[in-house]
């Protein structure tokens, strides 16, 4: 990207006066320091406050162990501090310090002085970021297909950029875990999947920070599958759900939600030509999936800056319970001459976004063609293609088999396995499911006549 000009707007003088009044409370009162750094950051400062602040946090963080119980720092290490920083001359000399501790902030009016001087910060970046937006239109390398996720992810960082909080104590999460175990909640904080059996393998379902594969061979049903995952979740449990989609249009993914929801022969509806009944069964259906927290993101070539600004967009509003991303080996992934370290970065980051946001994060991901080469077609994890990162950074891996794709006359058609290949903290087993593909969608198979199995489930088949 060309370099543009980097200036921002001057910060107000009260924000000034406040920077000041912090940085001499800092080098005054460790309590205070820590209070304030719990806040704001140096790079937040506009004014030369900053290098003292900094300075103060360097002196704090480098003492011996025997001066950790002081209560204030050492005015005479800041000075050595921004001498050795180079920063000294930048503050005007030794006297700017004894200029500061006459403004600084007492007890109690911290907190506020460093939400002005945070909020001005942002206030700052935010003008940058929109100034450099602006320059990069104006200027003639200008490529939407690659810079409007660049203006995207400025402003994203300048409206986002904050200290994470201070890590907490486990005492709280084990009170919570034993007054849930006490008091069990009417639902687990979990994403049900539209089959039982699936969801009694994974304790009730995905979780929120998981990073759930889907993978098979072409034509196998992954994207039949990750669908009715988002159905489940947005139009059954009304849970926001959104899904990027890299080779199918909107319409299209539209089209098989319709189909599926209504009942209604997929063929029927790609080529308009209904019955009244169908007609009024997606009507029916239409109007359940306009009214869902459905989203539907069709961005060929989607990077993983796209994917983290539309988060960031929802979770100011409405944030995404479950994130469908089709698929993995067509992304555009960051540069490396290595096609597998390529694809290691991309499920690296999505697995961090999973927890960051708080979501379920389910990727689909194509397989190598050794299954073909074996009398038995069923896939195995080693066959992800291209990454061994995709098996080592998900949480859940689910690879789908149909013996029918293979042997149109099996007894099995019309059934399809979920393998369960991975489960992290929980066990692996085959789930069988019924396909029917006429309607795009994948259903629980009829326990009329459950068959007995090793986990005292039906159609629930350990993995050996």
Known sequence: MTDFETSGWEATEKVIAAEMAIAGAAIQSRLLLDEAADIVTPADFYSVARYVFAAALEVRDNCKPADRAKTRIDTTEVLI?????????????????????????????????????????????????LRTSIQMTEHATWDPSTDIDQVR??????????????????????????????????????????????????????????????AGRPGLGKSVLSVDFARKAAIQNGERSIIFTLEMSEEEVVDRITAAEGRIPLRAIRTRNVTRQQLAAAAEAGARISGSPLTIDF?????????????????????AKLVVVDYLQIMTAPKNPRRDIELGMVTQQLKAMAGEFGLTIVLLSQLNRESQKRTDKRPQIGELKDSGSIEADADVVILIHREDAYEPESPRAGEAELI????????????????????????????????STPTGRPDLHVVN
Not at 107 to 118: P, Y
Not at 430 to 447: E, G, P
Request: charge should be neutral.
């Open 153 to 214: 992810k400025m402003v994203d960082e300048a409206l986002t950029r904050r200290i994470g909080e201070r890590p907490k104590d486990v005492s709280a999460t084990v009170v919570k875990l034993l007054d849930e175990l006490e008091n069990p909640p009417p639902k687990l904080d979990v994403i049900e999947t539209p089959f039982e059996d699936l969801n009694h393998l994974l304790g009730g379902g995905f979780r929120k920070g998981q990073l759930v594969v889907i």
């Open 299 to 319: 961005v060929p070539g989607c990077t993983l800056d796209h994917i983290r600004s539309q988060l960031r967009w929802l979770s100011r509003e409405d944030p």
């Open 81 to 129: 501090q921004l001498q050795n920083q180079g920063d000294l001359e930048r503050v005007g000399g030794g006297s700017y310090l004894h200029t500061l501790m006459e403004h600084a902030a007492v007890a109690g009016s911290v907190g506020r002085l460093c939400k002005e001087i945070s909020q001005d910060a942002e206030r700052r970046r935010l003008q940058q970021a």
């Open 420 to 451: 369960v290949a991975k489960n992290r903290g929980g066990p692996q087993a085959t789930v069988t499911v019924a396909a029917q593909l006429h309607y795009s969608r994948l259903i629980d198979m009829a326990k009329d006549e459950p068959t």
